[in-house]
């Protein structure tokens, strides 16, 4: 497939796709880019490094944004906290020579992913969580990328 068969694709897998299943998206695209950060770092390219740990924060800036603080209650508050902390890990590690806290939020984004999923896929976490769970977290439309 060529590359703007690839974009025509990507694009229309994001705006096709529930809400849960977008935000499942969207951490799996930080979780690549901080990867990619932590192997710029190991290859000392910091450009690398800091253009893939500026994606990351783009993304949980989005993530961030989408939130329905009204209507999200308390797990709206609590991804508003994680998303901070993620953004100050990566920025810190964004400026240090060793990358510190990079593998840390990528651990958390990972569990967090794996969550959003069982959330999304599984029909007992779907009664303990419904549908409207996401509907009230995230505020349509989501922008992409």
């Not at 705006?15 to 710029?40: H, P």
Request: aromatic share 6%; net charge negative; proline share 3%.
């Amino acid at each position: 497939m060529n590359a703007y068969g690839s974009e025509i694709y990507r694009q229309t897998q994001v705006t096709t796709v529930d809400k849960g299943r977008l935000i499942i998206i969207l951490y799996e695209g930080a979780i690549k880019f901080i990867r990619e950060a932590i192997l710029a770092q190991e290859n000392g390219d910091i450009p690398a490094k800091a253009s893939n740990i500026n994606r990351a924060l783009d993304i949980i800036n989005e993530l961030n944004q989408s939130l329905n603080m009204q209507e999200g209650g308390e797990i709206a508050v609590n991804l508003r906290r994680i998303y901070k902390f993620w953004n100050e890990h990566l920025l810190r590690a964004k400026v240090s020579r060793d990358g510190n806290g990079l593998s840390d939020v990528e651990n958390m984004m990972v569990s967090l992913a794996q969550a959003w999923e069982v959330v999304c896929n599984d029909p007992e976490a779907n009664k303990m969580a419904p549908r409207e769970t996401v509907n009230t977290i995230v505020t349509p439309p989501v922008r992409t990328l």
